[in-house]
């Protein structure tokens, strides 16, 4: 089993900048990528940012130049920075991991909102 901590959302201004941390723990292993999806009232739930184990990236394109995933091996941590945060990125963010073997875990999630 693998659990998946998020922390950092909060309420910020538009313009402002926000760091998301998700911190997997249990049986890490053959992982083949971590995300970040989001969902906002009413709208479906979208991939955000996503990077495999080999270190590729994938992002939105309403977030490519804004948003910046990384991760810390040693920590078992993936960060979503986000910069230039805009009044349409509110959502709650969930972290996700997926493994070789295609079973995936999610995150509880945590609320980012900003404010106009």
């Known amino acids: 089993q693998v659990q998946l901590v998020e922390s950092g959302g909060g309420l910020v201004q538009a313009g402002g900048s926000l760091r998301l941390s998700c911190a997997a723990s249990g049986s890490i292993f053959s992982i083949n990528a971590m995300g970040w999806y989001r969902q906002a009232p009413g709208k479906q739930r979208e991939l955000v940012a996503s990077?495999?184990?080999?270190?590729?990236?994938n992002y939105a394109s309403s977030v490519k130049g804004r948003f910046t995933i990384s991760r810390a091996n040693a920590k078992n941590t993936v960060y979503l920075q986000m910069n230039s945060l805009k009044p349409e990125d509110t959502a709650v963010y969930r972290c996700?991991?997926?493994?070789?073997?295609?079973?995936?875990?999610w995150g509880q999630g945590t609320q980012v909102t900003v404010s106009s």
């Open positions: 990077i495999t184990s080999s270190g590729s990236t």
């Open positions: 996700h991991l997926d493994r070789l073997s295609g079973n995936d875990y």
